[in-house]
């Protein structure tokens, strides 16, 4: 595996900082100079400098003050510590809103926003992309070749929509260039049904709450329409960035689970992806367990956007995070396990938001490095302090990456063309928490997965999971075809394989152009009700050595074999003894489909079964106990496993040879104690 490089030869350790807002302390120059002290003694070498400083660098038109932010820098400099420099579009000053309102977005319901809050101008308006233009141009003119500043950070978690009548326009004309013509839109949008049929490209409107909400293929195209704005918007901020600066990385801040953004997309337009991760750790409604797959499969999903290049974990809390429904505390040892997660899974960076907690404003209660106490005796600083030294420990990782035999589908405009679906049930379709549960044994196992779009490579992969698969793009049937005609297996499941990008139905029977891949045609699909159960149990002799009963809920797809083998059957109702699992031989592959949506100890043993037929490699071969799991970056000959122990409980386990500890220094043979949210990294 190759070794990348993401800072262009000024970086080659593991980077450790916060968002640093130091324009909120302007008035207090004791606290300024305390700031760089405290992050040198909390192992700091990096902060994310002026995202939101907009008022501060402009406090009115054309007066800029860089004053304050030249001796910040210097002062960084000076201490050794790197500076991702932002661009502050992501909120803007009162005297822009106020002399140039078409900067403020128009809702849904078309109303029109007012002066506040952030995230939140026209993505179109010439006036805001002029504005932040001038500005960036500055910064880069006045910073870009300083020593400090490694990497541009861009605004930040670009997000939202805006309907103002810019954005209508500029909708418009985008349709117009996919379409060509009107007829050609409303076959593609089926818009003769309810006598939706567009006469004239004027009439045709975002979707809003007292206008279109029906029409499906309209939602998904005005869902490409903003994510392609924001992305073009982003490129206009960067002109002169490119221009001034072309060898500075550029990343922005991506989101946990956000749907509001193609990030597939997003992600060819930077050089570096980076995002911010704030689980809830040891919450009422998951186990830790359950929420560390959830977040390693985020943290995967991330990596893969760039093909394996390491991200940067750009925010995270080193304590609690004030806007989630119940702000609790990390519990001892959840610090260094979940920051090391991320590491595991391919992060160069540990980063926080914030360095230093605000006396006002809306995140005044949300963790910092320093608190309100102003100094370092902290149990936080403390944590952050020592995890600063495991990552110095940790800086021969810097660059190296992951290798996966396996692949999970997670495609976001599968994603919205899911929620946007009116049935077969409201609630419960649950598109991202199936792909997490199907991920989820992959990593239970100590197995690299990574989790793709539909238009990625297959052919790098043993085994393409894609569950609920529901928008067939063009071209993904035949990729997956030949993928399994050479050898490899794809298992999909009930939902697949139903309409094309503008969700149009397939005709001629389910799963559409898959259907000779699985050898079956799926004619009706059940929704059960939350307390409605069936059962599926494998068949005697079913080629996986699997037997046993299995609870099914929510989804029951009542299939035809054309051609595949049935390896289970429903339990119960009209359709007790039709096929629930059915493998196809296709090729030199193998295509399974897995037709209800099964208890999640359905989906362990039988990837556990694939796992065993494909001989998929396990990071580390030997037995973990529950919650404890594995995972491998490489570069070269070298690799580096992590062991992490996601229980609040003191785990042993038996190493199968002597490594070198990266974290105690020193070679560990025999029996390793994993203690409560525990962590290792082992050199082999
Ligand atoms: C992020 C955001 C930060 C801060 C943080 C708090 O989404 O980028 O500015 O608000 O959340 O958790």
Not at 6 to 33: C, S, T
Request: hydrophobic share 35%; glycine share 6%; with cysteine.
């Amino acid at each position: 595996m190759q070794k990348y490089d993401l800072f262009n030869g000024k970086v080659n350790n593991m980077l450790h900082g916060a968002d640093y807002n130091p324009d909120q302390w302007l008035h207090r120059p004791d606290i300024l100079e305390k700031d760089i002290k405290l992050m040198k003694k909390a192992n700091c070498n990096v902060m994310s400098l002026g995202i939101f400083a907009w008022s501060a660098l402009e406090p009115e038109e054309g007066n800029f003050q860089f004053e304050w932010l030249d001796q910040i820098i210097e002062n960084l400099y000076q201490n050794g510590i790197n500076i991702m420099l932002a661009t502050p579009s992501g909120a803007r000053p009162d005297w822009l809103a106020a002399k140039y309102p078409e900067v403020l977005r128009v809702n849904t319901d078309r109303t029109k926003d007012l002066f506040g809050e952030r995230h939140n101008h026209c993505y179109t308006s010439p006036a805001y992309r002029e504005k932040i233009k001038i500005i960036n141009r500055k910064l880069a003119e006045r910073y870009g070749d300083h020593p400090a500043v490694i990497m541009w950070h861009i605004s930040n978690e670009y997000g939202g929509e805006c309907h103002c009548d810019l954005c209508q326009a500029d909708f418009r004309s985008w349709l117009k260039d996919k379409y060509g013509d009107l007829e050609t839109l409303n076959q593609a949008w089926w818009s003769n049904f309810w006598s939706h049929t567009y006469s004239d490209w004027d009439n045709i409107e975002s979707p809003a709450p007292q206008g279109m909400q029906s029409n499906h293929g309209l939602a998904l195209d005005w869902k490409r329409f903003v994510s392609e704005q924001t992305i073009d918007f982003y490129k206009s901020e960067i002109e002169p960035l490119r221009e001034i600066t072309p060898e500075l990385p550029i990343t922005t801040n991506f989101m946990y689970r956000f749907d509001g953004l193609d990030y597939s997309k997003f992600a060819k337009e930077v050089d570096v992806v980076s995002w911010d991760s704030y689980p809830s750790w040891h919450s009422d409604q998951e186990s830790d367990i359950e929420r560390a797959a959830d977040v390693a499969f985020m943290h995967d999903y991330f990596r893969s956007l760039k093909d394996g290049k390491p991200f940067l974990l750009m925010e995270s809390t080193p304590s609690k995070t004030n806007w989630q429904p119940v702000a609790k505390l990390k519990r001892p040892g959840m610090h260094r396990l979940s920051s090391l997660q991320a590491v595991a899974h391919g992060s160069d960076s540990v980063q926080y938001f914030q360095w230093r907690k605000s006396r006002g404003g809306f995140e005044k209660f949300h963790g910092s490095v320093v608190d309100h106490v102003g100094h370092e005796d902290t149990r936080v600083f403390n944590d952050v302090k020592a995890l600063g030294s495991d990552l110095q420990k940790l800086e021969e990782l810097t660059g190296t990456s992951v290798e996966a035999e396996v692949a999970v589908i997670f495609d976001t405009e599968n994603r919205w063309a899911i929620n946007e679906a009116s049935g077969p049930r409201q609630k419960k379709k649950n598109y991202v928490e199936t792909c997490v549960q199907h991920y989820q044994t992959f990593w239970e196992e100590g197995i690299s997965a990574d989790v793709i779009d539909q238009s990625k490579d297959f052919s790098k992969y043993k085994i393409v999971v894609a569950p609920m698969l529901y928008m067939l793009k063009d071209g993904t049937s035949e990729r997956l075809k030949n993928f399994v005609k050479n050898g490899g297996t794809v298992v999909s499941t009930y939902w697949s394989g139903i309409v094309n990008e503008t969700d149009l139905c397939f005709e001629g029977g389910f799963p559409g152009q898959l259907k000779d891949l699985f050898g079956i045609w799926a004619e009706e699909l059940d929704v059960l009700y939350d307390a409605d159960q069936n059962t599926v149990s494998f068949k005697n002799k079913n080629g996986l050595k699997l037997s046993g009963q299995y609870k099914a809920e929510i989804f029951c797809d009542l299939i035809h074999l054309d051609g595949a083998e049935s390896l289970a059957e429903y339990g119960s109702d009209f359709y007790a003894s039709r096929s629930a699992l059915t493998v196809n031989n296709f090729g030199h592959g193998r295509a399974f489909y897995i037709a209800s949506r099964n208890e999640q100890k359905f989906k362990r043993d039988f990837y556990q079964a694939l796992i065993e037929e494909l001989d998929l490699n396990r990071v580390i071969e030997i037995e973990f106990p529950s919650g404890v799991t594995a995972q491998k970056r490489s570069a070269g000959e070298k690799d580096y496993i992590f062991l992490m122990n996601f229980n609040n409980q003191v785990v042993e386990i038996k190493l199968n040879k002597k490594y070198y500890s990266l974290l105690k220094e020193k070679d560990i043979t025999g029996k390793l104690r994993l203690e409560n949210y525990g962590v290792e990294v082992l050199k082999s």
